[in-house]
């Protein structure tokens, strides 16, 4: 009698442990989300078909980029459709440039994800989902849908220091880069450039490749925003601060026979732009 009792019991915490299971957001292995299902991608092919890709940045808890921080959060990739629709993601830094989808970028491209899976992605890069149609007799795929979403509370944020955060804003352009042990040392000068009463970080960045430009940064560290000011035939450099004034100086122009000149300045913000000022 004892033991019937006691296996009705363990049949009973069996079943309810199973039912609070069916009511956990799960994975395709069975594995138990936390939080929340987010969903904040859900397109049709036909939406995307004739441009042939559909582009979005993705900002976890819709909060937006910082280089204060970095979020990581695992996305789930869920498609509708028969073998004839093919769907491509891909994951870039930045926003492509119109002309580079259009000259079929994400065609020569290797994707990183087809169809369905799972990425883990950071938060403030871009998504991009190219439809193809795998049919030879068709001149599109059959109608089909992709849907995007993660899990509430499931982020990974790492926060950085105000030195790590102006480092990973200086590095995100340059042509150069420092090893972890010296990004302390990155010189710049303090100059309230944003007119919030809080100093900003003033330096100069060197980047590009065959066409090398210096640019000016200043960095609003109340904020957490970077503004750059990049001349295509000019350079501009940091060259100290007087009385709370920024001094840069423009060289230039650059690469076209004409005479290269020095203009001594400072720079203010503009309409949310970094812009030169001549004394």
């Not at 990004?183 to 000068?189: A, I, K, Q, T």
């Not at 750059?228 to 100086?249: A, K, M, Q, S």
């Not at 290269?260 to 913000?269: K, L, S, Y």
Request: contains cysteine.
């Amino acid at each position: 009698m004892i033991m019937k009792r006691v296996l009705s019991l363990l049949m009973t915490v069996a079943f309810v442990m199973g039912l609070s299971g069916c009511f956990q957001p799960l994975d395709k292995n069975g594995m138990v989300f936390g939080g929340k299902k987010v969903e904040f991608l859900n397109i049709e092919n036909e939406d995307i078909f004739d441009v042939g890709y559909y582009g979005m940045q993705f900002k976890y808890d819709d909060r937006e980029p910082s280089y204060a921080e970095k979020i990581t959060v695992t996305i789930n990739f869920d498609s509708k459709g028969d073998s004839n629709t093919n769907w491509e993601v891909f994951v870039t830094e930045h926003k492509l440039p119109d002309f580079y989808v259009n000259l079929s970028f994400l065609e020569a491209a290797k994707p990183d994800l087809t169809n369905e899976g799972s990425i883990e992605i950071v938060s403030g890069k871009w998504i991009y989902v190219h439809c193809t149609c795998n049919s030879e007799t068709s001149e599109a795929p059959s109608k089909g849908s992709l849907k995007a979403y993660y899990y509430a509370d499931t982020g990974n944020v790492i926060t950085y220091s105000p030195d790590e955060e102006f480092y990973r804003y200086f590095i995100s352009g340059s042509m150069y880069q420092m090893s972890d042990d010296k990004f302390l040392e990155l010189p710049y000068y303090s100059a309230d450039i944003t007119g919030d009463g809080v100093e900003d970080r003033c330096t100069s960045r060197t980047t590009g490749s065959g066409m090398v430009r210096t640019q000016c940064l200043v960095y609003d560290m109340q904020n957490h925003k970077g503004y750059c000011l990049d001349g295509f035939n000019y350079d501009y450099y940091v060259v100290g601060v007087e009385n709370g004034r920024l001094i840069v100086e423009e060289r230039g122009p650059n690469g076209y026979g004409d005479p290269t000149t020095r203009v001594t300045g400072t720079v203010e913000i503009v309409d949310d732009q970094l812009v030169f000022v001549p004394d």
